[in-house]
């Protein structure tokens, strides 16, 4: 497709449970980028990947978040035992080179909710 | 002190006003300086971009980045009714992560 796909757009969950979110980037875009998205809380950085090189995971908040790019295209976002508190919008966006020097293209998110 | 500090807002102009949005930030590392627009359920979508000091103009969009106070401003003149949005600022190093601001909300008034 032309744009960043996500999906589920909704995932409502049980206290608990494992989730996994998944992010289709732009064909060819080198550069993905996992944040969250809270309700007066901006956008947090949780995870980059560039290319072959190893993902920069410093934001992810704890070890129950885990993400993986697989051939360089398809990220999937895992959070286990969720927590309510994982509640919001997890945005996926690509680039086609490293994204100091271009353009972020964002999905339009995934909503989690944790019952 | 977050790295990235913005006024969330929310921010009330009439039509037709001119429009002021800042960040301030902490790291002087920062070089690209980005302005995203938010709709509401949407995903960010890039509206200005700036690399090191100076400004931007695009139509009716201004960026300016001043490196020696750590602070970055967007400008919207003739403000319309369909430039209510959240205003994101987000900056880097380089060929690394973004950090963004909080957002701040703004509606304009018909």
Redesign the interface.
């Known amino acids: 497709g032309a744009g960043v796909s996500q999906s589920p757009s909704n995932k409502v969950t049980e206290k608990g449970k494992d989730v996994e979110l998944r992010c289709d980037p732009i064909s060819g875009h080198t550069a993905l980028y996992w944040y969250r998205q809270s309700l007066g809380q901006g956008l947090e950085f949780l995870i980059y990947f560039q290319g072959n090189s190893a993902p920069d995971k410093s934001g992810l908040p704890s070890d129950r978040f885990s993400a993986e790019r697989t051939g360089g295209s398809v990220s999937t976002l895992t959070i286990q035992r969720t927590q309510q508190e994982d509640s919001a919008v997890y945005l996926c966006a690509s680039s086609l080179k490293p994204a100091g020097a271009n353009v972020l293209t964002f999905g339009a998110g995934s909503r989690l909710t944790v019952l | 002190q977050k790295e990235v500090e913005?006024d969330?807002g929310p921010l009330s102009v009439p039509e037709g006003a001119i429009v002021s949005l800042n960040c301030t930030y902490s790291n002087s590392a920062f070089?690209?300086f980005m302005w995203?627009r938010q709709y509401s359920?949407?995903?960010?979508?890039?509206l200005m971009?700036t690399y090191s000091s100076g400004n931007k103009e695009d139509g009716r969009f201004t960026a300016q980045v001043d490196k020696s106070s750590k602070y970055i401003s967007l400008f919207i003149r003739d403000s319309q009714p369909s430039d209510s949005a959240t205003y994101?600022c987000?900056m880097?190093?380089?060929?690394?992560?973004?950090?963004?601001?909080?957002?701040t909300r703004l509606h304009i008034l018909p």
């Open positions: 913005q969330p070089q690209y995203y359920r949407k995903g960010p979508e890039l971009y994101l987000a880097s190093e380089g060929d690394d992560k973004i950090i963004f601001g909080k957002g």
